[in-house]
């Protein structure tokens, strides 16, 4: 039970970065538009983010510091800088969607226009970030993101052709919807399981529960428990479009939609799990990326930061966390579409996704921090492989972006 519960950091992290609320439609549209044809993105984003997150957990574990504080240290302050600024945009533009996606979960539940709920769920996720204990926030929103697998249970109470599935899955291609929309979902998909902000979170997150060396193994039970969990709500996702939408060739663009194969399998008492389990999700993945946020413009600067601490006494890490989430609201305010923002978000996040994964895996190597707990042969090599993958799909995503008008 105690591991159990030790997972639910990385239940909270891989909930922001496999079901945040661009991957609750996005997972969906790409189950309706190529079936199970992604499901190989979602098995390497599980693959390369256990690598790294485990690098993450073993440096805060053993050093006791966060990652982006030895980043500084370690890389020198003007790569750090330019790392904080890609990380901070991207992460605080995300966490406006996040915003948008409690609000978007609130007005499946109430029928009342997304708009009047956004300040209600930014407040909210303000006064849970500033009042929450932190094993407090992890374990409650952690387990109750874990309402998502209402759609794996939907799919084995469904009409399932597994055989279909599994040959979907197995035979990828893009179903007539063209290889450059297929590889933009694909490399849109990766990002969202590698976003820049689950390593900061998922680090910050061991100092903030004080992990030792006597720690790893709890630390390495959260990265192998929770972020894989997070790849099966996002697989769930992707199977039930498949099953529901592909063979109709329906196209999805609302969380309602999304909603449909649960409310099939189970009336009106899906529809309120569902909405249930899209409120913990966005508002888990909202806190995190608010955090993160914070964490990283605090670790730069050298401020005490942290929800160990009073606020008080980290003043300045929670004027950032304040800031960030006015900011967020005051985007959603222009009444911009959250689903939207966040498939661009998660473009912009694949190209500056290598100034993320790259130190890590410096900073993983150096005994100065590290003593003999070093990465060992096989996991420099696993990590310097998915590494040439993070570049690919940097490489690649505006490009695709563009040419494909955004996999349209």
Not at 115 to 124: E, S
Not at 206 to 233: K, M, Q, T, Y
Not at 277 to 283: I, W
Request: aromatic share 10%.
């Amino acid at each position: 039970m105690r591991k159990l519960l030790a997972a639910t950091l990385g239940v909270l992290s891989a909930i922001g970065g496999f079901v945040d609320i661009g991957d609750l439609v996005a997972a969906s549209q790409a189950g309706a538009r190529f079936g199970m044809a992604h499901a190989w993105v979602l098995l390497l984003g599980v693959v390369g983010i256990c690598a790294y997150a485990e690098m993450a957990g073993r440096i805060a574990a053993v050093s006791g510091r966060a990652v982006f504080d030895l980043v500084r240290e370690r890389l020198g302050p003007r790569v750090a800088l330019l790392n904080l600024a890609a990380s901070y945009l991207v992460t605080v533009l995300t966490l406006a969607a996040e915003l948008g996606g409690v609000a978007l979960a609130l007005q499946l539940a109430s029928r009342v226009s997304y708009l009047l709920w956004v300040p209600v769920a930014a407040f909210a996720v303000w006064l849970v970030l500033w009042r929450m204990r932190f094993q407090l926030m992890e374990r409650v929103f952690g387990l109750a993101g874990l309402t998502l697998l209402v759609f794996a249970v939907a799919l084995f109470w469904l009409p399932t052709d597994w055989a279909a599935l599994g040959h979907d899955a197995l035979h990828p291609n893009p179903a007539g919807q063209g290889w450059g929309a297929y590889w933009f979902v694909a490399v849109a998909l990766f990002a969202s399981t590698v976003s820049p902000y689950e390593v900061f979170f998922f680090s910050s997150g061991g100092v903030e529960e004080n992990w030792s060396a006597a720690d790893l193994a709890d630390a390495r039970s959260s990265v192998l428990i929770g972020f894989p969990v997070g790849g099966l709500l996002a697989l769930s996702l992707i199977a039930t479009a498949a099953v529901v939408f592909h063979p109709a060739g329906v196209s999805l663009s609302s969380l309602d939609q999304v909603a449909e194969p649960v409310v099939l399998a189970f009336g009106g008492v899906g529809l309120a799990v569902a909405a249930l389990a899209f409120f913990a999700v966005t508002f888990g993945a909202a806190l995190e990326t608010g955090l993160s946020a914070a964490y990283a413009a605090a670790q730069y600067f050298g401020w005490q930061w942290g929800k160990r601490v009073s606020p008080r006494e980290a003043a300045r890490f929670h004027s950032v966390l304040l800031v960030s989430v006015l900011a967020g609201t005051l985007l959603l305010a222009t009444t911009v579409d959250p689903v939207r923002l966040t498939e661009y978000m998660l473009v912009a996040s694949a190209v500056v996704l290598p100034l993320t994964y790259l130190p890590i895996l410096v900073v993983a190597n150096d005994r100065t921090y590290l003593g003999d707990d070093v990465n060992g042969p096989w996991l420099n090599l696993l990590g310097a492989v998915f590494l040439l993958v993070i570049v690919a799909a940097s490489v690649a995503a505006v490009p695709l972006a563009v040419g494909t008008g955004m996999g349209r």
